[in-house]
Nanobody, 126 residues
């Protein structure tokens, strides 16, 4: 029902910036939650940020990225963005766009996300 396509990953130096984009296909719904997760080699998947799309625009962030990353939406373009600033080596991971259609649920319920993109690599080096 929802297909997600990410773009914008790449390599950057410490304290640099990158912006990821995720465009969603839609089928007859007006509100969804979209977010970003990441997974580094040998580590568990970690929630990064999420936003209510077509709803109240409320955002949620993982503790490790608060103050450095910003999630935003372009509702007309079915696209969410993740602006990543002050990048650190520990931000290196595959970043996945995700979504869920449970309009009654909080977009901060990380376990609810059940649509996933293919992932895009972000590498931060010194």
């Amino acid at each position: 029902q929802v297909q997600l396509v990410e773009s914008g990953g790449g390599s950057v130096q410490i304290e640099g910036s990158l912006r990821l984009s995720c465009t969603a296909s839609r089928t007859n719904f007006t509100r969804t939650c979209m977010g970003w997760f990441r997974q580094a080699p040998g580590k568990e998947r970690e929630a990064v940020a999420s936003i209510s799309v077509g709803g109240n625009n409320r955002t949620y962030y993982g503790d490790s990225v608060k103050g450095r990353f910003t999630i935003a939406q372009d509702y007309a373009a079915n696209t969410v963005y993740l602006q990543m600033n002050s990048l650190k080596p520990e931000d290196t991971a595959v970043y996945y766009c995700a979504a869920h259609l449970r309009f009654w649920a909080s977009c901060g319920n990380w376990a609810d996300y059940d649509y996933w993109g293919q992932g895009t690599q972000v590498t931060v080096s010194s």
